[in-house]
């Protein structure tokens, strides 16, 4: 009796445990930066938040554009290149379409993306129209291989394709990613580079071990980048322009600079022609009135500060760019100051130059310039209060000098060219 009573106390007192020991529903985990104790500070404008300022600075270009000879310059440079060098390859995964015939398929004033999502319904593809609508077109009795009536499309509709094989999903853009290789000529990449920039396109990754630019483009650009390369065989002219951006203050702040005193100053003739735009002037120079000569000129009556330095370059009867806060202080007042350019070369080794200063706000004016080779311009009368800058009589003066880059198409390994 004993034995048991012992039992029945030690079994109670097991269940008092247990009950003790009653599971609670489990609690949902504090955040992660309580349970660590730290204090999470979010921003309050993201807009605040941007890449560092030296980072942004870091520019492969720099050392090639933004150096200039200015003692041994070369007047008529050849450029042998290598044609196969030149292509134009579509990025992105874009896999061969399904094979089977297209017979008779037509419609009328349709959607680009409605006639694409009509014959890739019935193949069993996805279609998805990144920006559309897209214009639209008309088509009667289609007929061949499904791949060669998709492309009929696109091209009629002015937009690409891509196809993804494994997820039977075709995506339709108007513009697509390119990248074009290029001979290894620095001269003509820079040539690329700035027709790009006259075109409008500014965000693109220029590869210089491989000689490549990687870009997006709609139809239009990529018709004139193919008429670019079809120019190298036909017309293979280049003319460079070496640029010096300088800004000038009169040691008289009350008083402009003299610059008929130029007339004093050098040789007649010197200055061979002045024209006046719609702000400021251009004057056509004989080599005497060069980088140093001119500022040896300026230095007698302001200070002269350099605000850019660097080079560009034009294929005949084309647009190019060249943007002055490349080649200068990011935060000069003229750092959104570009220089647009078209350029021809006529008889004689003339050289037709039409000249366009741009800001960001606009264009600030305009100049046509026909001068022979040899000589060089010389923009003048720019007011800085253009710019901001308060200094009523100080004045932004642009110098070029133009040069003729013939190229030479060849079979042979080219190795770099310098300008």
Request: aromatic letters at 10%; one cysteine or more.
């Amino acid at each position: 009796m004993k034995f048991n009573l012992f039992k029945y106390f030690a079994f109670f007192g097991l269940l008092v445990l247990l009950s003790a020991c009653k599971t609670e529903k489990p609690q949902p985990l504090p955040p992660l930066s309580q349970r660590l104790n730290a204090n999470v500070i979010y921003p309050q404008d993201p807009n605040m938040i941007r890449t560092s300022k030296g980072a942004n600075e870091l520019d492969l270009e720099t050392p090639l554009r933004c150096s200039v000879n200015w003692d041994t310059q070369q007047m008529i440079l050849t450029l042998p290149y290598n044609m196969s060098a030149f292509r134009l390859d579509k990025n992105g995964v874009n896999n061969p379409l399904p094979r089977f015939e297209v017979t008779g398929f037509s419609f009328e004033k349709m959607p680009a993306e409605k006639a694409l999502y009509k014959l890739t319904k019935e193949a069993g593809i996805k279609l998805i129209a990144k920006d559309a609508p897209y214009a639209s077109i008309s088509a009667e009795n289609l007929r061949g291989e499904f791949s060669e009536v998709i492309n009929m499309i696109a091209d009629a509709g002015e937009i690409y394709y891509s196809y993804d094989a494994t997820e039977k999903t075709m995506r339709i853009s108007r513009k697509a990613n390119f990248t074009l290789y290029v001979p290894k000529s620095r001269p003509i990449m820079l040539g690329l580079l700035d027709v790009l920039r006259g075109s409008g396109i500014t965000d693109m990754t220029t590869n210089w071990a491989d000689y490549s630019v990687t870009f997006d483009a709609d139809f239009e650009l990529k018709n004139k980048i193919m008429d670019l390369i079809k120019y190298f065989e036909n017309n293979p002219t280049l003319v460079a322009y070496d640029v010096s951006v300088f800004r000038i203050y009169p040691y008289d702040k009350e008083k402009d600079v003299e610059w008929k005193d130029l007339l004093k100053a050098f040789y007649f003739g010197t200055v061979t022609t002045a024209q006046t735009g719609v702000i400021g002037r251009v004057l056509t120079t004989t080599n005497e009135l060069n980088i140093n000569t001119l500022r040896q000129f300026l230095g007698r009556q302001a200070m002269v500060m350099q605000v850019a330095e660097g080079k560009f370059v034009v294929p005949n009867l084309w647009f190019s760019r060249f943007d002055i806060g490349k080649c200068g202080r990011r935060d000069s007042v003229e750092a959104d100051l570009s220089i647009l350019a078209k350029a021809s070369l006529e008889k004689g080794n003339r050289i037709f130059s039409n000249i366009t200063l741009e800001a960001t706000k606009g264009q600030i004016t305009q100049f046509d310039v026909r001068s022979k080779l040899g000589e060089n311009f010389l923009i003048i009368g720019i007011p800085n209060q253009i710019f901001g800058v308060k200094s009523p009589k100080s004045e932004t003066v642009v110098f070029m000098v133009p040069r003729i880059i013939r190229t030479l198409k060849t079979t042979k390994p080219i190795l770099d060219n310098l300008i």
